[in-house]
Each structure stands twice: as structure tokens, then as C-alpha cells.
């Protein structure tokens, strides 16, 4: 078995333009000749054997390390589980995927390990550790002001979109969440956990797959009912997480009661009453830029249309966060069936039929009549005027109208 990894990987390298290691092409950063094959002893020693005290988390398929080279670098070891539900064809896949790839919004592979039954991929430290730290838990909740999670949502959409666009082959991520967005020093955020995607090539609008993997309330519809896989799939789950980002809350919370357990039906029946901008995080404590927040909750609700013809693509969604003038069209209701479940990454087989629609735009929904150009206030808890046809005015003519 570890041969044949071995054999494939070299493979992969080869057609992804890597050199073998013996060639001492592609190295560490010290230089050395190792390329990008790491011996497990060397990351046993950098981890202290893979102590409880350098734990950072728990992958896709297994427990994630910090480790420390000897030359000072700082790594982030992922180790496959013996009894993970994933394993040898989502590792190579995860290895065969960023080793195509390439970008500032995307974690970046180091190197990996083969060793026995021992499956290890090495990637680049970030030391504030995932989204869901800052969101969820609350840890050191004032660095994740509005402007870092206006910069998060930015990011995180500029990456989907090199996934879905501009990369060498179109890839589907499946499993966009809190938790598989890194942060680095700066709060720069990076997708990372590529064990589930898929390549999605030529120019199909969607695919039927009979192994639905991901998480339960992230996944769109037609995906976790039918396993219609798309890049509007992906789209989904970046409006679920938008949300998020915005209300500073996860998109299940039994605890909060049954009207608001359930994120995205509560975002939808307060943008129907035009109260949208209360689900705002109140730890924020009223410091954001209202048009923004506005801007993020309708694209939020748009991502998460039931029909995927509806949904924006992440060109457009891309548009929306970064041009002053962008018709925002009124979402409609979202879709919220086959979202629920345990909350955790699951798999499960699916049989049906329909077709997404991919579309460079939006279709289905009527724009409003106001063009819409961010004000320049910064954070700021003024509502701009409806005359000067800011996003703010826009959002909120939409939310008494979004009936």
C-alpha cells in the first residue's frame, strides 16, 4: 500500500511539474535536499511525538500537530487516523490537489510522509488557528472586529473564486466551514482541508456523485438530498458561513430555541420583517459599518437560494463585495431542507436528478431599482442616506420589501 502511495504521489509530482526529490529541486526552506518528503522521525522529534501539548485540532481525516523544525520553522503536521472513515484516496487527493494549486487565500503543502501505515501531510503554521476559535468560542473576541471579518469574508470569497475560475482545473472545496478557514498573523484568511473536493472539469453545470460527504448544515440542498454537485454547491456553504461570520453564531443552536436554532431560516424571517441588521454579533457592540453588514447579509441569503440557477456565482459574489456599484437583487426564500443533521462531517450515498444552472450572473431574481456604492464611513453605526443611494439604503429598502 505504501508503495503504491509512493508510486502515485511521484506520479502527481511529476504531472504537477514537481521534481523527484532526489534531484534537490523542490526543498524545505532551509535549503536542504530532502525536497518535499519529511522523515516521520524528524516530525516525531518537531511535534514532541505528536504530544497532547502540540495538538492544534482535528482534520478532515485525523488530528492536526504544531511542530518545530530544528532550523526554527514552524509546521502544521496532519496525521491520518488508523480508523478514519477517510483515508488513502482522500490523502492522495488532498496531496494531488495543492500541489496544482496555488494562492494567497489557500493553505499551502509543505511536504508529506510516508512511513510504514503512517500517512502524514506537512503544511504551512498559521498560529491563530481556524475561524471557529474567534467566532464560536470567543477567543480574543476584539481582534475579530467588523473590519477583519469584512477582510475574512473577502478573502475567503477570493479563494473559492481562484477554485472555481482561475485555477489550473475547476475544483468544488465540499466542505467550506468555519473551521476550514485559517488564519494567519494578520487575520488573512486560508481554505484549507482539501480531503473532500472534487475536480469538476469541462464545462458541465453539475455532476451527480453517490458519496455525499461534508457538513450538515452547510450542505446545499440538491447536494445533500439528490447529490447534485456543483460549484454552486460551494456557493451554499460560503452563505451559510457569511452568516456566521456576521452574527458571530453557528448555523445550528438548539439552545437558542426553535425559532432561532436554525441561522438560516431565522436570517430569512428577519430579513422579511426588516429587522436583518439585529442578528449583527453584539459583541461588536454596535461598531460596524452598516452598509457592509447589510451587503453581507443579502449576499449571505442570495448564496443560500433554493434554486441553484438563483445563487450567484463567486465571480459575482466577488463583484458584489468589491464594486461601489453593484445591482443587488432581492433574494428570495432560501433552501433550507437536508441541511440538518449532527453538525459534524459526514458521509452518506444519494440518488436523484435535476440539473444546476451555472450562470455568470444572477437569474430568477429582480434587481432593485437603486444602484448601490459604499459609503466611505468606515465602522460606523449611522445609517447612510437614501438619497445618496448607498448599500445601506439599498439593504434597507430591501428588507422591508423582501416579503
Known amino acids: 500500500m505504501v508503495r503504491r502511495l509512493i508510486n502515485g504521489f511521484m506520479g502527481l509530482l511529476k504531472m504537477c511539474g514537481g521534481q523527484n526529490p532526489s534531484d534537490g529541486e523542490v526543498t524545505a526552506k532551509d535549503g536542504g535536499d530532502r525536497g518535499i518528503f519529511y522523515e516521520l522521525q524528524e516530525l516525531e522529534i518537531a511535534t514532541d511525538s505528536f504530544s497532547d501539548n502540540n495538538r492544534l485540532g482535528h482534520g478532515g481525516f485525523g488530528p492536526v500537530y504544531k511542530g518545530l523544525m530544528p532550523y526554527g520553522e514552524e509546521i502544521a503536521v496532519k496525521k491520518l487516523s488508523v480508523n478514519s472513515r477517510q483515508g488513502s484516496r482522500e490523502f492522495m487527493n488532498e496531496i494531488k490537489l495543492l500541489l496544482r494549486i496555488q494562492h494567497k487565500n489557500l493553505v499551502s503543502l509543505l511536504g508529506c510522509c510516508f512511513h510504514g501505515p503512517e500517512k502524514i501531510l506537512v503544511y504551512e503554521y ?4 481556524s475561524l471557529d476559535y474567534f467566532l464560536f468560542d470567543k477567543i480574543n473576541p476584539g481582534s475579530l472586529n467588523w ?5 475574512i469574508i473577502i478573502g475567503v470569497a477570493r479563494g473559492l473564486l481562484y477554485l472555481h475560475e482561475e485555477a489550473p482545473v475547476r475544483i468544488i472545496h465540499r466542505d467550506i466551514k468555519a473551521s476550514n478557514i485559517l488564519l494567519d498573523n494578520d487575520l488573512n484568511p486560508k481554505i484549507s482541508d482539501f480531503g473532500l473536493a472534487r475536480l469538476f472539469p469541462g464545462d458541465g453545470t453539475h455532476t451527480n456523485t453517490f458519496r455525499i460527504s461534508g457538513t450538515y448544515g452547510y450542505m446545499a440542498p440538491e447536494y445533500a438530498l439528490h447529490g447534485l454537485l456543483s460549484v454552486k454547491s460551494d456557493v451554499f456553504s460560503f452563505g451559510v458561513l457569511i452568516l456566521e461570520i456576521v452574527c458571530g453564531r453557528k ?7 426553535q425559532e432561532m436554532a436554525d441561522l438560516l431560516s431565522y436570517a430569512w424571517k428577519m430579513y422579511q420583517e426588516g429587522k ?5 454579533d453584539q459583541s461588536l457592540a454596535g461598531v460596524y459599518n452598516r452598509d457592509e453588514a447589510a451587503t453581507c447579509f443579502i449576499i449571505g ?5 433554493q434554486i441553484t440557477s438563483n445563487r450567484p456565482d463567486m ?8 464594486s461601489d456599484s453593484f445591482d443587488l437583487p ?7 431542507q437536508g441541511r440538518r443533521g449532527g453538525g459534524f462531517t459526514g458521509t452518506s450515498t444519494g440518488t436523484g436528478t435535476g440539473a444546476g444552472s451555472r450562470s455568470l450572473g444572477l437569474t430568477g431574481s429582480e434587481p432593485n431599482s437603486f444602484k448601490s456604492r459604499r459609503s466611505g464611513g468606515g465602522a460606523s453605526g449611522q445609517n447612510s442616506l437614501v438619497e445618496e443611494y448607498s448599500r445601506t439604503s439599498i439593504s434597507m429598502s430591501s428588507f422591508a420589501e423582501g416579503r
Request: with cysteine; charged share 15%; glycine share 8%.
Open 126 to 129: 498559521l498560529p491563530n488557528r
Open 147 to 151: 473590519y477583519n471579518r469584512w477582510r
Open 251 to 257: 448555523n445550528q443552536n438548539p439552545r437558542l430555541g
Open 276 to 280: 436583518i441588521l439585529e442578528l449583527v
Open 301 to 305: 441569503l442570495l448564496c443560500c437560494q
Open 315 to 322: 465571480n459575482a459574489v466577488h463583484l458584489m463585495l468589491s
Open 330 to 336: 432581492k433574494p428570495g426564500r432560501p433552501g433550507l
